[in-house]
């Protein structure tokens, strides 16, 4: 195994146990105070100042970006990034941490649906038959075998799935 690779394979080590451990960490805090927009705050505001030095210091070309993307990045960070990992952390603050990342992995089936409906692209029997593997192994994963991803608090998955009824 050659140098590079061997870094490429400790990397994705790292962010999968980064990632798997985020989640249990975000429920720790939750139970002991912590709302779930402070930790967005948080995690935004340092990976941001992470990433501004990492560039600083290694690729300084990508920090500046043209007048005409600003608009675009503004909507990708502010509504897609924050609105998303808000969800994300408030389902978690109110139903356990599998059944919200079984939320939070169905969003590539929404999205296939949502192509279909509107943007009229194609499905095909492959498509359809591997989104239906994906949720079914998301099902089993996170324990439905079981009978825990039923116990869920009421108003928990409502901002995953973006079905809550205005008031």
């Not at 146990?17 to 340092?46: D, Q, Y």
């Not at 560039?55 to 920090?63: A, E, N, S, V």
């Not at 998301?138 to 039923?150: N, P």
Request: glycine letters at 8%; charged letters at 15%.
């Amino acid at each position: 195994m050659q140098k590079r690779e061997f870094y490429g394979y400790l990397y994705i080590l790292i962010g999968a146990t980064l990632w798997g451990v985020s989640s249990v960490v975000a429920k720790v805090l939750f139970n002991i105070g912590l709302p779930p927009a402070e930790l967005v705050h948080i995690r935004l505001t340092l990976t941001t100042g992470i990433l501004l030095l990492l560039l600083l210091f290694y690729d300084r070309k990508h920090i500046l970006i043209s007048w005409k993307d600003l608009p675009y990045f503004f909507i990708l960070g502010f509504v897609g990034i924050t609105g998303m990992r808000f969800t994300y952390y408030y389902v978690i603050s109110k139903i356990q941490v599998a059944p919200a990342i079984l939320l939070q992995y169905l969003q590539p089936v929404w999205m296939a649906v949502y192509a279909f409906l509107f943007q009229k692209e194609p499905f095909p029997k492959g498509k359809a038959a591997s989104l239906v593997l994906a949720v079914l192994g998301c099902y089993f994963l996170v324990g439905e075998c079981q009978g825990d991803l039923l116990r869920l608090d009421k108003i928990g998955p409502e901002p995953a799935l973006e079905i809550r009824k205005k008031e």
